[in-house]
Antibody, heavy 123, light 107 residues
Framework: QVQLQESGPGLVKPSETLSLTCAVSGSSISSGYYWGWIRQPPGKGLEWIGSIFHSGRTYYYPSLKSRASISVDTPKNQISLKLSSVTAADTAVYYC????????????????WGQGTMVTVSS | EIVLTQSPGTLSLSPGERATLSCRASQSVASSYLAWYQQKPGQAPRLLIYGASDRANGIPDRFSGSGSGTDFTLTISRLEPEDFAVYYCQRYGSSLTFGGGTKVEIK
């Protein structure tokens, strides 16, 4: 059974860099799927941040591309998210998820999700 | 960028009733790369439908998706108590966007 677990600081100061990791268990991160990050501000909808393949190929949401960086650590079987120059608007629950469509050249729907981790941006 | 508009914002229904949720795209969605998710309070979203009409693993057949191009629909044939939640549509492919969500609440 594939499971994803997000972790990282729950509080980040404005202008600093938010850093999160997503540990994957029950499957190799090199098994042919894309892995992604999604966030959800309190009481609001879902926003895709970006996705990565184990080769390092990445896709980003255009409005976050300048501040977001997603990387993969194959030996640790995890992916990471860094979001720079954060403001209060970046306060959200951050989810990692697996795209379906093994070995697909496109990004498929998210078929497996982590439980999410809340990050608050505040001084 | 394709914008997805979901309607209505809130749907008030009773258990046993039929729910019809709409998702309209600002441009045609290629290859019907349209998915639907269900989200309950405090939980991660769960994939219900992909490819506009294919049910994900373990999803009851009371959930069905239809549509193509710019107009898509999620139908719940008979609402069960556990179906009251927020539903999101999503376009995927070379990029991803989510709709704003429809809340299905108990009338």
């Amino acid at each position: 059974q594939v499971q994803l677990q997000e972790s990282g600081p729950g509080l980040v100061k404005p202008s600093e860099t938010l850093s999160l990791t997503c540990a994957v268990s029950g499957s190799s991160i090199s098994s042919g799927y894309y892995w992604g990050w999604i966030r959800q501000p309190p009481g609001k909808g879902l926003e895709w941040i970006g996705s990565i393949f184990h080769s390092g190929r990445t896709y980003y949401y255009p409005s976050l591309k300048s501040r977001a960086s997603i990387s993969v650590d194959t030996p640790k079987n995890q992916i990471s998210l860094k979001l720079s120059s954060v403001t209060a608007a970046d306060t959200a629950v951050y989810y990692c998820a697996r795209h379906g469509g093994k070995y697909s050249s496109s990004l498929y729907a998210f078929d497996i999700w982590g439980q999410g981790t809340m990050v608050t941006v505040s001084s | 960028e394709i914008v997805l508009t979901q309607s209505p914002g809130t749907l008030s229904l009773s258990p046993g009733e039929r729910a019809t949720l709409s998702c309209r795209a600002s441009q045609s969605v290629a290859s019907s790369y349209l998915a639907w998710y269900q989200q309950k309070p405090g939980q991660a979203p769960r994939l219900l439908i992909y490819g506009a009409s294919d049910r994900a693993n373990g999803i009851p057949d009371r959930f069905s998706g239809s549509g193509s191009g710019t107009d898509f629909t999620l139908t719940i044939s008979r609402l069960e108590p556990e179906d009251f939640a927020v539903y999101y549509c999503q376009r995927y492919g070379s990029s991803l966007t989510f709709g704003g969500g429809t809340k299905v609440e108990i009338k």
